[in-house]
């Protein structure tokens, strides 16, 4: 019914093969080889994946909700719930992004220190919209 | 993990005798026995499990771009957008619910009536605090 | 610290001194007949107006803040807190809406319930999503 | 009406030098005393007053829309209003915070870095959350 996957595996590795680029030494994740430029989160990245896989399975839940015609109210207590988890996922990954891209941005100033900040902020107010 | 149908099916049947057509022939959960209504919902339920498909498929995405080590704002700008689709889900369920499910409580009236409100109100304040 | 309100005691209860004939001259809605109690939150006006003051009072104590430098995660901490009023307040109206607007129109039935309860729902999703 | 605090930026750079004695004791009164650290968004405090007051008498709006007992859904939409105009003064004073604040104390480096963001995200997570 639904192709929920857009760029096979292939095509993602593909694309990020030449990823690594933008080097910056100095970086403290040190699982990074060959000079990959790892963002804010990626010392985080396992605990990052276990959360999305646990939010996966409450929306599979929410699906058997729905198909077994369960109440309502218990699927929309439910939705309330998987937002909830949506949300501190964003809060964890903004509070590395702000810890380690922006403020090596910061550091190294001018306009790309200030670009890192109107772009923060203008994913924050996307997360307080929502 | 989840208790399908805490009702019994007779209950429902019982409850919901007088409800329209809402047979979803070919329904991929066979047991709404024929002529069974459910809850506000049960209309557009195809439709709530394509959408809840679509937000899985949106979260196994999230989980390749962390994989990938994609870029933080890319993320969650990806995660305002599954965010939205999750509200958008809860709003039409809870428009079918108060059509439905409360308006048909309320024209029973009686402490029936008064206390579907009072759950609908929590859920209501459930998602605006979420 | 703060002086949530503005009008004396007096001037308030002049201007409430009427209320009870339910007196809506050229209001829209014609269906409320004679000596009916008006909109859904009527009977806690004075309840809401008491929350509208405290918010006001709040808001003069941001421009306070602002006007004194005090520290942006403070005001912001207020900011928070008044937002979290008004969502309370409004979600206390919405209640009353639907347990007495809303549900008159759907005992009535017809067009002006269906109505009613699309309105309702548009109210809510801009509850959500601000 | 409002007073709008003409700090130089000569005076606003000298304020700035000494910035991490934090005087802030007896805060409300005298605020722009010599030394005084002025915070991120003291350039626009005219601008963030007028968006108070603004807000404020959207308030006083409101609780005029209750004392006519006018109807719910429309004072839901002007409580809408306000809560958006609430979370753009809020999104405008953070993105100051990051700016100036946040900045400055990673430049500096050190714990005070590291507390300012955490300080900064708690702030976030608290305007996401309401």
Known sequence: MEQPSQLSQESLEHQHAGHGAGDEAGHDSGHDAAGHAGHGYVDGRADYVRRLKRIEGQTRGLQRMVESDQYCIDILT????????????????????????VARATVAGGDEAEAKITEASAAIARLVRS
């Open 78 to 101: 439910q939705v309330s719930a998987v937002t909830r988890a949506l949300e501190s996922f964003a809060l964890a990954m903004l509070e590395d992004h702000l810890r380690h891209c």
